[in-house]
């Protein structure tokens, strides 16, 4: 509810392709190689807009597009009146290179008719998904929880991930953080606790065996449980933080540089080491101090040996 605002509303914005520019160009001279890029449901922007500036972005700059959650891309399907497949393929082909597991929260229509009546089915993101797996494009998946679900409900969601897991090996990642209240209209009714963190994350570990990498959520509970998190089955830092929009406005605060979140792994007792969306290992960790672009702006992640 936070980031609604109707049709012509105050407080919508669409950013011009200056200002973007700029923010692309300072992503690349920090070392970044990815875009993490996300923008809400604007019924002004149709397909071809999107296929418009991706093609901009990938003729002036070296970046990969982490791009569109699946109720984005629901949302420009239904403004178009195409098939989700359609959709994907056109983006891909104009330069989108996977897809952010945004928008899944839990997937239990129950839960997401309480907190999003008006956003898609579980049902719908996990067919984007789908969709986006079976012509080849990598997604991440993540779980928000605290929003009063049951055990059955949250395992449920896992249940689901782990499922798809099994028929398209699509997702790199799998990604869990607590609901943020701050700035919301919704009110916090639950424990999202570091405590509660960390053993919902322990058991994403064990059910998702089939999903190779787990990322730590730093930017809602803060490196030091970052650092624990990764004695709790984790294996991925996340990423270094240029421009953040989202879980900072409903009060997450932490804000880190490349050295800091290096400095965080090895007092974990690992060896940070850089890689894509994908999970190649790219040639080298920036020297200490280098700061290294990422979402949501851009990415060079950090992940651990």
Not at 115 to 126: G, H, M, Q, R, Y
Request: hydrophobic fraction near 45%.
């Amino acid at each position: 509810m936070q980031f609604y605002t109707p049709p012509g509303g105050r407080g919508g914005y669409v950013l011009s392709r200056e200002e973007l520019a700029r923010k692309f160009r300072e992503t690349e001279e920090l070392g970044g190689v990815q875009i993490l890029l996300q923008g809400g449901l604007n019924p002004e922007l149709g397909l071809e807009w999107y296929e418009d500036f991706f093609r901009w972005t990938k003729a002036n700059f070296r970046l990969a597009l982490h791009a569109l959650s699946p109720t984005e891309i629901i949302h420009i399907a239904q403004l178009e009146d195409l098939p989700i497949r359609d959709v994907l393929v056109r983006l891909r082909a104009a330069g989108m290179d996977s897809l952010p597991g945004g928008g899944a929260e839990i997937l239990d229509d129950e839960i997401r008719a309480r907190i999003s009546p008006f956003k898609n089915t579980a049902d719908e993101w996990l067919a984007v998904m789908r969709e986006a797996h079976a012509l080849g494009m990598k997604t991440t998946a993540t779980m928000v929880f605290g929003f009063q679900e049951t055990a059955e409900q949250l395992v449920h969601h896992m249940d689901r991930v782990r499922s798809l897991q099994d028929e398209t090996g699509g997702f790199t990642a799998f990604i869990t953080w607590p609901f943020q209240a701050d700035g919301t209209r919704l009110k916090l009714r639950d424990d999202t606790s570091p405590l509660r963190y960390l053993r919902v994350q322990a058991l994403a570990r064990l059910y998702l065996d089939n999903v190779p990498n787990l990322q730590v959520s730093w930017p809602t509970l803060g490196p030091e449980i970052g650092e624990v998190a990764l004695r709790f089955g984790a294996n991925d830092f996340g990423s270094v933080m240029i421009e953040e929009n989202v879980v900072s406005q409903a009060g997450a605060r932490f804000m880190m540089s490349a050295a800091e979140i290096e400095a965080h792994i090895r007092l974990a007792g690992f060896v940070p080491a850089r890689r894509n969306m994908r999970y190649d290992r790219l040639p080298s960790v920036p020297s200490a101090g280098a700061p290294v672009a990422a979402p949501a702006a851009a990415c060079g992640d950090l992940g651990v040996l």
